[in-house]
């Protein structure tokens, strides 16, 4: 059980071009998701946290305008990388969690973003 | 600021024991956790402490001490799939988990 999905798992786009990035809670319903990028090496860093039917909240330093994130049901989130550059490439990353007081969080498999 | 610190990496042989420490300093702990990731794969979880002590789950095991604000990953029987990234992360006390830097583990034969 606890499975979560991306869609797609990688993908190459043209700079100035928008990506969106799906993320599914595919046995549980995700109360709050979490979308995190990681650079090579690196570890992951919070860029956003969206519980369903709410506005996200978006990390410090993340610009909420070009990382648009939707959480329209309790088992779908989508990340909108708006008008993307090169420096936008990475390894963006979901997790899902079940509820407030549940302590793990399941994490998606990742989609690879390549921007040319 | 908060920040969580572990070694940057740390080699062993197969079958032998390995320590991965972490300490932390964050706002609020609500329980360290630690996860594994594969190169190009997802971070998966391995264990869980919200109090003091040893938590056992197979040939891994995590320890806490709350006021040390340290804990340990402890493998055992290493294998060579066990070559990856180990990262221990808190949970603080807005429901946000904080990833250390990772700790790359290498198995060698």
């Known amino acids: 059980g606890a499975v979560v999905s991306q869609h797609p798992s990688w993908v190459i786009c043209k700079s100035g071009t928008s990506v969106k990035i799906e993320c599914r809670s595919l046995?549980?319903?995700?109360?709050?998701m979490f979308w995190y990028r990681q650079f090579p090496k690196q570890s992951l860093m919070l860029m956003a946290t969206s519980n369903e039917g709410s506005k996200a909240t978006y990390e410090q330093g993340v610009e909420k305008d070009k990382f648009l994130i939707n959480h329209a049901s309790l088992t779908l989130s989508t990340l909108t990388v708006t008008s993307a550059h090169p420096e936008d490439s990475s390894f963006y990353i979901c997790s899902a969690r079940t509820g407030t007081s549940s302590y793990e969080q399941y994490f998606g498999p990742g989609t690879r973003l390549t921007v040319t | 600021g908060q920040s969580l610190e572990q070694p940057s990496e740390v080699t062993a042989v197969e079958g032998a024991i390995v320590q991965i420490n972490c300490t932390y300093q964050?706002?609020?702990?609500?329980?360290l956790s630690w996860y594994q990731q594969h190169d190009g794969g997802a971070p998966t979880f391995l264990s869980y402490?919200?109090?003091?002590g040893l938590e056992e789950t197979g040939r891994f095991s995590s320890f806490l001490s709350r006021s040390d604000s340290y804990g340990y990953l402890l493998l055992q029987e290493l294998q060579m799939k066990d070559s990856a990234s180990y990262f221990c992360a808190v949970r603080d006390n807005t429901g946000k988990l904080i990833f250390g830097q990772g700790t790359t583990l290498q198995v060698k034969p």
């Open positions: 964050t706002s609020g702990f609500y329980g």
């Open positions: 046995d549980f319903q995700a109360t709050t």
């Open positions: 402490n919200a109090l003091d």
